[in-house]
């Protein structure tokens, strides 16, 4: 059984069309901290960022948000968080919240969360590192990421093995059950360059 500490959470800063996702993130929120878990994110005040990091200040949970500069100032940053670290880039941001997470969760989200999904999937492809990487597709937003994946295997882009990098889980309660069941990282190095 792996003791996850801090869990990263990779989600949108915009809160879609569909109220249910809102309503996920704050359900992962509670979780997180429910179980003492630190969240870490990328300490926005809009969107899902600010609806799962909300649940967990509200439960009186910890939130580690990472923030560049140039997104601070134009004033997206949640205010009210246990920490915050301020960085120069978004290579930076990465890096961090890498380094403070013991697994990862992706909520659904635009760009920005699907650029963190991918190149935390390809560290693990590449064995930097082994840290469990969920997506938690609840009410099927993912199926479109779910079919590409399985597409770049399909085609002979990506191993079979492939689907092993990742978890699905369908509600909140099942993405702890995943972690819960993942054996702890042996893994965990950082590229020196990004």
């Known amino acids: 059984m792996n003791r996850i500490e801090a869990l990263c959470v990779y989600c949108g800063s915009s809160k879609g069309n569909d109220a249910r996702h809102a309503e996920l993130a704050r359900a992962l929120g509670g979780e997180i901290a429910a179980r003492g878990i630190t969240l870490v994110y990328g300490a926005g005040g809009i969107g899902l960022m600010t609806e799962v990091a909300d649940a967990v200040l509200a439960a009186k949970g910890q939130v580690v948000g990472v923030i560049p500069d140039h997104l601070a100032r134009a004033e997206v940053q949640h205010g009210g968080l246990s920490e915050t670290i301020l960085v ?94 993942t054996p702890a990282p042996a893994i965990s190095k950082v590229p020196e360059r990004f």
């Open 88 to 181: 120069h880039s978004m290579h930076q941001r990465k890096e961090i919240m890498f380094k403070r997470a013991d697994a990862f969760a992706v909520l659904p989200g635009g760009l920005g969360t699907l650029d963190e999904f991918f190149e935390i999937l390809t560290w693990r492809q590449i064995g930097l590192h082994d840290k469990p990487v969920v997506i938690l597709d609840s009410g099927g937003y993912w199926a479109p990421l779910r079919a590409l994946l399985d597409a770049v295997v399909t085609e002979g882009f990506a191993p079979p093995g492939a689907h092993a990098l990742y978890h699905v889980a369908e509600s909140v309660s099942e993405l702890f059950e995943v972690l819960d069941a």
